[in-house]
């Protein structure tokens, strides 16, 4: 079903209760995304679902509104696996604003926090556990969380995981789940390594694919620019002020991240980083003062190219490329979401033509080039299969109105 058609199309008929639907309309959902859509009904028949959408397409919603219903009506709990403690987060956001003021009890247990909290919270017998891997088998092991009984097992994000390292866990989790499970897998790319998951954790599951694995979202309009290590930051700063609007600023090392923040506060930015060498309170300090607008700019490492969910974001800038091409579709899919437009602009070495071509082919469409002084270059053909090039790891360098070229778009 098309964009349009959804339009005029409510969450009435898929299945949702009358109490769920009331609830949705009370936070302002009034018409289901393609991936909702499709996947609700799908759910609430008992399938095993692997679904396959671009990122801020609704993918939550789309697996907690059915999981929600399944858990009040079995009374049997569900159990929610992410690959970040910040998506942990974003999710049982999600589930609080559906349920409150209901006594559907849920549990976060996310590491970089005290356990006693969450022990408290697993006393209560939630009703859905929202975890990462690693704390999930903790607080197993010390016998606080039992998932011996679960009904409904989703697993978000699950090529992260993969990325990330998580498989022992999942296996570990996977023998201590009940095999008559309902499983539900979510992602916006699809890997080899994601399919096998598939086929060791999940009976026959409906393929629910509303878009090709590493579509990025029609609405954002995307640019490369480049550019000597030099004066990126110059480069940066440039285009913080042409632009208006929350941006998030991505770093491919903890390190470098950390120093962008700095010398934009220091030049008058209101910016805050988040990365793994920050404190679990720290970063969710970050990331609600960059919701509440009390910082313009977030700084990043790819710990939040998933985990961020913050509507108002009308500009990513990929300070570094990403060090694989699935990460780039991610990155971007902070902007653009529920179909709002938004902008991704990415920064490149000259030897960095192949890490160019690889996001080109999975994403299918050229993307225009730019030299640093904002003139335009010929685009890379969608064929081109040029190895992939090593990361400059020039630190920053260079300073504001030095002579540098600047962003001045001819």
Not at 156 to 161: G, L, V
Not at 358 to 381: T, Y
């Amino acid at each position: 079903m098309s964009r349009n058609e959804l339009q005029d199309t409510s969450f009435e008929g898929l299945g949702i209760s009358e109490g769920l639907l009331a609830r949705l309309d009370k936070q302002g959902f009034k018409h289901p995304t393609p991936i909702q859509f499709d996947a609700i009904p799908t759910v609430l028949s008992g399938s095993d679902v692997m679904g396959i959408a671009q990122t801020g397409s609704g993918k939550t919603l789309a697996f907690c509104l059915p999981l929600i219903q399944k858990v009040m009506e079995t009374g049997k709990p569900g159990l929610i696996l992410l690959p970040t403690r910040e998506l942990a987060v974003q999710v049982q956001e999600t589930m609080r604003k559906l349920l409150n003021g209901s006594n559907f009890r849920t549990a976060l247990l996310i590491g970089g926090v005290s356990a006693h909290g969450q022990m408290k919270e697993l006393k209560k017998r939630p009703h859905v556990i929202i975890a990462t891997p690693g704390r999930l088998i903790d607080m197993v092991e010390q016998g606080y969380a039992k998932i011996d009984a679960i009904s409904v097992l989703v697993l978000d994000e699950a090529d992260r995981m993969l990325d990330m390292g998580f498989k022992p866990q999942l296996d570990r989790i996977r023998e201590m789940v009940p095999e008559s499970r309902q499983t539900l897998l979510f992602s916006a790319t699809m890997a080899k390594g994601v399919e096998a998951v598939a086929n060791a954790y999940m009976r026959d599951p409906k393929r629910i694919e509303v878009a090709k694995p590493g579509t990025t979202a029609d609405q954002i309009e995307q640019e490369i620019f480049i550019v000597r290590n030099d004066v990126k930051v110059d480069l940066l700063m440039d285009i913080l002020d042409e632009h208006e609007g929350q941006t998030l600023v991505f770093s491919r090392t903890k390190h470098g991240a950390k120093k962008v923040a700095k010398t934009l506060s220091q030049e008058g930015y209101k910016a805050d980083e988040i990365h793994s060498n920050r404190t679990q309170a720290q970063r969710q300090r970050a990331l609600n003062g960059f919701d509440a607008g009390k910082y313009r700019v977030l700084v990043a490492t790819d710990i939040a190219a998933r985990g961020i969910d913050v509507s108002s974001i009308k500009l990513v800038i990929n300070f570094d490329l990403p060090d694989q091409a699935d990460d780039y579709v991610h990155r971007i899919g902070r902007t653009g979401r529920a179909g709002r437009e938004g902008k991704a602009i990415s920064f490149a070495s000259p030897r960095q033509r192949g890490d160019i071509a690889a996001i080109q082919r999975l994403i299918g469409k050229q993307i225009p080039l730019f030299h640093e002084d904002g003139s335009s270059l010929p685009s890379l053909p969608l064929t081109e299969r040029t190895p992939r090039s090593t990361q400059g790891r020039g630190g920053i360098a260079g300073r504001r109105r030095n002579g540098h070229p600047r962003y001045k778009r001819k």
